[in-house]
């Protein structure tokens, strides 16, 4: 895909009606008001939840992914991008969106991988299944 702007903010998503207005309108927020140049873009692994609907009326780009799987959704949006940069997250509401310029500043200074902590300051009650807090994921 030729690059069109500097940053694609990827979303891949599976059936996220409830939060995905919410991070697309963080994502866009942030682009207005960083003044970057970007697009935001859902990479939709088969909802049947009105998701892609959701992101084309609040200006998100969607791309379908026909392979099923998180990882697939990843690739396709990647390969989908039209930014310089591509910084994903997921369409659940666990990262900010609004607070991307660390990871820009750091990319246009030539880093090649920025990661971010989502757990640094604490988790929320509720906010993650035990399973996926203890063996999932290692913060």
């Known amino acids: 895909m030729e690059q069109t702007c500097e940053l694609t903010i990827l979303m891949p998503c599976l059936n996220e009606s409830e939060t995905l207005a919410?991070?697309?309108m963080k994502a866009k927020a942030?682009?207005?008001?960083?003044g970057v140049d970007g697009e935001v873009l859902i990479a939709d692994n088969g909802s049947t939840?009105?998701?892609?609907e959701i992101a084309r009326g609040l200006g998100a780009r969607v791309v379908d992914v026909a392979q099923k799987g998180y990882g697939a959704a990843?690739?396709?949006?990647?390969?989908?991008?039209?930014?310089k940069?591509?910084?994903m997250g997921d369409a659940d509401d666990s990262y900010d969106f609004s607070s991307l310029q660390v990871f820009v500043?750091?990319?246009?200074?030539?880093v090649d991988l920025v990661m971010?902590?989502?757990?640094?300051g604490g988790i929320a009650p509720g906010a993650m299944p035990p399973l996926h807090r203890y063996l999932g994921t290692r913060s």
């Open 22 to 24: 919410t991070c697309i």
């Open 49 to 52: 939840d009105g998701s892609q």
């Open 30 to 34: 942030y682009l207005e008001r960083s």
């Open 85 to 87: 940069y591509t910084i």
């Open 105 to 110: 500043d750091k990319l246009r200074q030539g």
């Open 116 to 120: 971010g902590n989502r757990f640094k």
């Open 74 to 83: 990843l690739l396709g949006g990647i390969a989908a991008a039209r930014g």
